[in-house]
């Protein structure tokens, strides 16, 4: 699962349409424990202009409008939701994390392989993570953290830092 939100940001890096984070989205059903892509999305903030459009936001912008609903825990109560992210979020992310009403949120590279590169991912604390988690998040921290910090680093060498 989390292999195909690592994929999406290096296919973002080596397309060069966007940065380098990626975004999966699975439905999971409760009873079974078998899951499904819901939704997918790609950083887009470069190719469109517009600063909004982080590879979490736009997962969870189709996500809402398949499920046609602003909050993913409005789904089907045997259900739940799994952002897998290729990076830890922004402070952007973290909230529309929040927001969304996921279920569990899924990381590979950390906050500091993306500031690394000379990203500034704003005001993220571990009371942050504990605030998502109080509200019935659960987090898993650096899945194959060392895969995504590549493409990272790799988008460090000629991707346009947009933050800073």
């Not at 952002?83 to 994390?97: A, R």
């Not at 650096?142 to 990272?152: F, H, I, P, S, Y």
Request: aromatic share 8%; proline share 3%; charged share 20%.
């Amino acid at each position: 699962m989390m292999d195909l939100a690592i994929e999406i940001a290096s296919t973002n890096v080596s397309r060069e349409t966007g940065g380098p984070f990626g975004t999966a989205i699975y439905q999971r059903s409760k009873k079974t424990g078998k899951a499904k892509l819901f939704a997918v999305g790609a950083n887009r903030v470069t190719l469109l202009n517009n600063s909004t459009l982080h590879g979490e936001m736009v997962a969870i912008q189709f996500a809402q409008k398949k499920l046609s609903s602003y909050s993913l825990r409005k789904g089907p109560l045997d259900t739940e939701y799994i952002l897998c992210t290729s990076c830890e979020p922004c402070c952007m992310c973290l909230g529309g994390t929040l927001w969304s009403g996921m279920h569990e949120m899924w990381c590979s590279a950390t906050k500091s392989d993306a500031e690394a590169i000379g990203f500034d991912e704003g005001p993220v604390y571990p009371k942050s993570y504990t605030h998502l988690e109080d509200n019935g998040c659960k987090i898993k921290f650096n899945m194959l953290q060392e895969k995504g910090a590549k493409v990272l680093q790799r988008y460090g060498e000629t991707g346009v830092i947009y933050n800073s």
